[in-house]
């Protein structure tokens, strides 16, 4: 089973090119067609992405550039094409690499922006918000699946790349959907275009949520043919940025040529046959070259404006929540939610698209909305988009962290409240769509803000919901697939407390731990209680766990048993009075085992792993609470059958009138506190 590779092994791709301060590693995208090969080996830029159908190129590349990093772009087609089938993929990806060369030094991308339609074959609509999360999810679950097989089954010993997002589609939004599969992937691509604010955001914000992840842009390039000075800025900017991050390891031009162009498309991204653009190739600005504005580019910050550090951040966001009287943990982490702590943090980043985004238009560390702001109320404009000009000055208003600061601390003070002191709940009202957590999109990037300000602020582990509560009751989670129970049997446990999750999410949660060919990998359960640690809940396990050991927890917390000679995961409800226990079985009827499982079946099965999600003490007392409510309500309930029902009914010249009361009161106690009596089958005649 393949696991995401050691920093080691993947230094050692990097360093045959020696990545890092002082590289010229602003390259281009080679051509998909003839050219001058000559004028491309001599270029100062040492990154060159080698699109599929070029890939002949590739062994006169490597011996005329033994310095350049070549990224190969695999397009085996369209996800719908091969059926959204991993095996497919990989082999269509890798069908070249019979005939040339794969090592340590090959760099492979399997595929390109497939949150298009068009790259997946389908007809789904890239912009229904709605339709984004579970279409990152499983898009994000299949490469995965990619990457897996391509190590495994094809020996592929060198870099993989996550394949670069196209802009937009709602793939920030969605990033916890897609964020695991990444793991597998040695490299994170990415895609930036037009201005350099929109290629430095997208690399801030990819920086901020992979501090440590290999990067590499892929594919950017200015506005048009006459946009060389705002390609200027950018090519200085990534010069500076390549010595101050060893782990940003390529950027490439799109494109040098592109021939044979589809309707619509220009040659206004071309190098080839723009004489200002190859002569600001041939000879590319330097590191120590300020990346001056661009005419047509966005407006300067002053030299006078102050650069706010994070460190500053924290320090500033506790201060201002202990005047107002706001849990730090609630202003630090809406902080990083909002804007990773950074004081210049922008929606949209580039002014020009402001009326397009138009009300989503925000700013500052704690991301307040231009257009419901306080500064803008003033204005009488009823809702509308107030000009770029209007726009700008309240942006700079909220620029200053102080000034952001107060007003943020009212409004998370006031959801406080609301929640009744539930952080994740306050948090996930303060900002669109302001939802309850169970139906808000950005659950998960609150809970992750959340988290990370606990650290900072030296609290020990993260803060569980509030309403975080087993359900017993929660339905059964079915497997599609064989080797899916222990997967679904975590989506399952993940329900039963309030967290919804869907068996491709657990799948993708539990990454290299889980297997089509032999599922969970590891018996004894330890895999689901590291993946449950990775999602902020404390889990334990016993990789042998006898009968006893399983009806002390069960009923009272989220508990999975898996018998090694039944080769099968399912979650526990309770244990019942006949010496069984009631399952969530994921596959029910499986080796003639449905919802319940009898002590001489544990035996049979066994020998069984135990793991279970551990509740807060205040969660285990409201659960004792619970059960001793449920008791004490049982035991009034039989003083009651015993002294007015079943008293009556022995006593003598008791009428029919009487005896009918009796038993509709003993049926009212029984659906009261058991349910109503199942109905039994006909006996036979």
Not at 564 to 591: C, I, M, Q
Request: net charge negative.
């Amino acid at each position: 089973m393949w696991c995401p590779p050691a920093v080691s092994r993947l230094e050692r791709v990097l360093g045959e090119f020696e990545v890092g301060a002082g590289r010229a590693l602003r390259g281009v995208g080679w051509p998909n067609g003839p050219t001058d090969n000559e004028r491309l080996y001599r270029l100062p830029g040492s990154t060159f992405t080698l699109l599929d159908g070029e890939h002949w190129h590739l062994e006169e590349l490597r011996r005329r550039r033994p310095d350049a990093l070549i990224v190969q772009r695999a397009l085996p087609g369209t996800l719908a094409e091969h059926g959204w089938d991993a095996g497919r993929l990989a082999n269509a990806a890798m069908r070249w690499w019979g005939q040339y060369p794969f090592d340590e030094r090959s760099h492979l991308v399997p595929h390109n922006e497939l949150n298009l339609s068009y790259e997946r074959g389908d007809a789904e609509d890239d912009w229904d918000p709605a339709a984004a999360g579970p279409r990152y999810e499983r898009i994000a679950t299949l490469l995965a699946e990619v990457a897996r097989k391509l190590r495994d089954e094809h020996g592929f010993r060198g870099a993989l790349h996550f394949p670069a997002w196209s802009p937009g589609q709602h793939w920030r939004e969605h990033v916890e959907r897609w964020k695991p599969a990444v793991d597998r992937f040695d490299v994170l691509d990415f895609h930036a275009y037009e201005t350099l604010e929109r290629v430095r955001d997208s690399y801030e914000w990819l920086r901020s949520h992979w501090p440590d992840k290999p990067l590499a842009l892929t594919e950017w390039h200015g506005r048009g043919p006459d946009d060389v000075a705002e390609e200027r800025r950018v090519l200085a900017w990534l010069a500076r940025a390549f010595e101050e991050d060893r782990n940003l390891i390529g950027a490439t031009f799109f494109i040098w040529r592109w021939h044979a162009p589809a309707p619509g498309w220009t040659d206004a991204w071309d190098i080839e046959g723009n004489e200002a653009r190859m002569a600001l190739f041939a000879s590319p600005p330097t590191a120590g070259e300020t990346a001056n504005p661009a005419k047509r580019g966005p407006a300067p910050k002053s030299p006078e404006e102050t650069v706010w550090t994070r460190a500053q951040i924290v320090q500033l966001s506790n201060r201002i929540a202990d005047e107002c009287q706001v849990a730090r943990e609630a202003m630090l982490g809406c902080a990083i939610a909002e804007s990773d702590l950074r004081w210049n943090a922008r929606r949209p980043p580039d002014p020009a698209d402001d009326e397009r985004f138009w009300p989503d238009v925000s700013a500052g560390v704690w991301q307040q909305a231009v257009r419901w702001s306080a500064e803008y109320a003033g204005l009488g404009l009823g809702g509308g988009y107030p000009g770029r000009e209007t726009t700008e000055q309240i942006v700079a208003r909220y620029y200053d962290p102080e000034h952001a600061a107060r007003l943020a601390a009212t409004q998370i003070k006031h959801w406080l409240e609301v929640s009744n002191g539930d952080v994740l709940d306050a948090l996930c009202r303060y900002n669109w769509p302001a939802r309850a957590p169970s139906a808000n999109p950005n659950r998960e990037n609150y809970r992750r803000g959340i988290a990370e300000a606990r650290k900072l602020l030296g609290l020990p582990g993260p803060q569980p919901a509030a309403t975080l509560r087993f359900d017993p009751a929660t339905p059964a989670v079915l497997q599609p697939g064989a080797w899916q129970c222990s997967a679904a049997t975590l989506a399952w446990m993940l329900e039963s407390i309030g967290r919804p999750t869907s068996v491709d999410q657990a799948v993708v949660a539990l990454g290299p731990r889980i297997d089509p060919e032999v599922g969970l990998v590891d018996a004894s359960g330890a895999g689901l209680v590291q993946t449950l640690a990775e999602l902020g809940l404390r889990g334990g396990s016993l990789g042998t766990a006898g009968w006893d050991d399983a009806v002390a927890r069960v009923g009272l917390m989220p508990v999975a048993i898996g018998g090694r000679g039944w080769y099968h995961w399912v979650g526990v409800r309770r244990a019942t009075p006949g010496n069984g226990l009631e399952l969530a079985n994921p596959s029910p009827g499986w080796k003639g085992v449905g919802d319940m499982l009898s002590r001489d079946q544990w035996d049979q099965f066994g020998p069984f792993a135990l793991v279970w999600i551990e509740l807060t003490a205040e969660e285990e007392m409201a659960q004792v609470e619970g059960l001793e409510k449920k008791v004490n309500g049982l035991v009034t309930a039989l003083a009651h059958v015993c002294d007015i029902v079943i008293e009556p009914l022995a006593a003598k010249h008791v009428s029919r009138e009487q005896r009918i009361e009796a038993v509709r009161q003993a049926r009212q106690i029984r659906e009261q506190f058991l349910g109503p009596r199942p109905t039994l089958p006909d006996r036979a005649a």
